[in-house]
C-alpha cells in the first residue's frame, strides 16, 4: 500500500495561499483559496460554458492548476489548453469524468492525465456517447407517450457534445413543458421519474481497468454519493485506484477531515473539485470560491507521478487490456 504523508502537502508552506486563511486543522490539508480545481465541466459535456469561456473565468481567481473532466469526452481539452496558453502559470490537466454502476449506486470516476491519441481510448469513449444518445432518444419517446413533444434535433443542438438527461431538460423547458430544468427532473427525468431511461454503464471496477489501460489515473468523485462506500471502497482500491476526492465544497465541506483520514487509510491521493457546470443556480459553487478549499497542489505532484507509472505500464504492456465495454468483467457481485 502506498503511503501519503499529507502534511508534506497541507497549506502551511503553500506561498501562493492566502495569508488570511485559518490554520491547517480547518482546511484539513486542503488550501484556501483554492490553487487546484480537477473536476470542471465544459460544453463538450452538461457544462454550459464553453472550454474558452471556463478557462477565462478560472483564470480570474486564485486557481493555476485546473482539470477539464466532461463525462465521456475529450473534445473540450484542446480549445481549454490554447485557451490557457494566453495566461501564463495557468495549467490544464486533460481529464474525464466516467459515470459507472454497480448493484443499486452510481460511482463516478475521474481520470486525469489523458493522452487523448492512446489506443482504444476515443473508440471506448465513443461506445459510451452512443449509450447515452440511444437512451436519450428513447427518453424522448417515453416523453412523447406522455403527452410531451420535444424535437430530438433540438436536443441535440442543445447538448453540442455528449448527450444527457440536462439538455433534455433544458428542451423541456424552452417548449414550455415545465418550469425550468429542476422541475423537468423532479416530475420526468429523475431516477424515479416517469420518463427515465436508464443506459448501460460500466462497473467502477471496468472503469478503473479503462483509465489504466490508456495511462490515466483513476479517483473517486464525491464519493458522499455513493451508496455502501466502503465496500465500493475496498474493491476499488484492490483493483488499484489512485485517489479520492476529499475537496468537493458543492458535496458539502464539513466532513473533509474525515474523508482525508479514509484516503489516507487506503493510500490514496486526496484530491477534489467543484465538479462546476455554470448551472447558474444561487447555491452552484463557482471555481477559485475564496471561500472554498482546494486540494494541494502536491496533490496535483502525486496523481502525475501515479499517471506517469500507468503510462510506463501501458508501454511495458503490462497495463489491464481494455475492458468489454458493458461486460463487468471481474465486478463484484452487486448482492
Ligand atoms: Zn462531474
Not at 506517469?308 to 471481474?330: C, H, L, Q, T, Y
Amino acid at each position: 500500500m502506498r503511503t501519503v504523508d499529507y502534511t508534506k502537502t497541507g497549506n502551511t508552506d503553500n506561498t501562493l495561499s492566502s495569508s488570511t486563511q485559518n490554520g491547517p486543522e480547518d482546511v484539513a490539508g486542503g488550501v484556501r483559496p483554492p490553487i487546484v480545481d480537477l473536476h470542471l465541466h465544459t460544453t463538450a459535456s452538461d457544462g454550459q460554458l464553453s472550454p474558452t469561456e471556463l478557462i477565462e473565468l478560472v483564470a480570474e481567481t486564485s486557481l493555476r492548476i485546473v482539470a477539464i473532466t466532461d463525462h465521456d469526452s475529450t473534445e473540450g481539452i484542446g480549445e481549454a489548453q490554447a485557451a490557457a496558453e494566453r495566461h501564463p502559470g495557468l495549467t490544464v490537466i486533460p481529464g474525464i469524468e466516467l459515470g459507472t454502476e454497480v448493484g443499486d449506486t452510481e460511482v463516478h470516476l475521474i481520470g486525469h492525465f489523458a493522452d487523448t491519441d492512446a489506443p482504444g481510448l476515443q473508440e471506448y469513449l465513443a461506445h459510451l456517447r452512443d449509450g447515452r444518445v440511444e437512451a436519450a432518444r428513447g427518453t424522448v419517446e417515453r416523453l412523447r407517450e406522455h403527452g410531451i413533444n420535444i424535437d430530438w434535433e433540438r436536443v441535440l443542438e442543445i447538448a453540442g457534445g455528449a448527450v444527457g438527461r440536462p439538455h433534455i431538460a433544458r428542451a423541456m423547458a424552452e417548449a414550455g413543458y415545465v418550469e425550468n430544468a429542476q422541475d423537468a427532473f423532479r416530475r420526468y427525468l429523475g431516477s424515479n421519474g416517469i420518463a427515465r431511461v436508464k443506459r448501460p454503464k460500466p462497473t467502477p471496477v471496468d472503469g478503473v481497468r479503462f483509465f489504466h489501460s490508456v495511462g490515466m489515473t483513476a479517483t473517486l468523485a464525491h464519493p458522499q454519493t455513493v451508496k455502501g462506500l466502503a465496500r465500493v471502497l475496498g474493491f476499488l482500491v484492490d483493483e488499484g485506484l489512485d485517489g479520492i476526492e476529499v475537496f468537493a465544497p458543492k458535496y458539502g465541506t464539513n466532513d473533509r477531515a474525515r474523508r482525508l483520514e479514509v484516503a489516507a487509510r487506503n493510500g490514496l491521493i486526496a484530491v477534489g473539485g467543484t465538479d462546476y457546470h455554470a448551472w447558474g443556480s444561487a447555491d452552484e459553487i463557482v471555481p477559485g470560491d475564496p471561500n472554498t478549499v482546494g486540494p494541494p497542489p502536491g496533490a496535483v505532484d502525486d496523481l502525475r507521478a501515479a499517471a506517469d507509472r500507468w503510462k510506463a505500464a501501458r508501454k511495458s504492456a503490462n497495463a489491464p487490456v481494455i475492458p468489454e465495454i458493458f461486460g463487468g468483467r471481474g465486478a463484484p457481485d452487486s448482492g
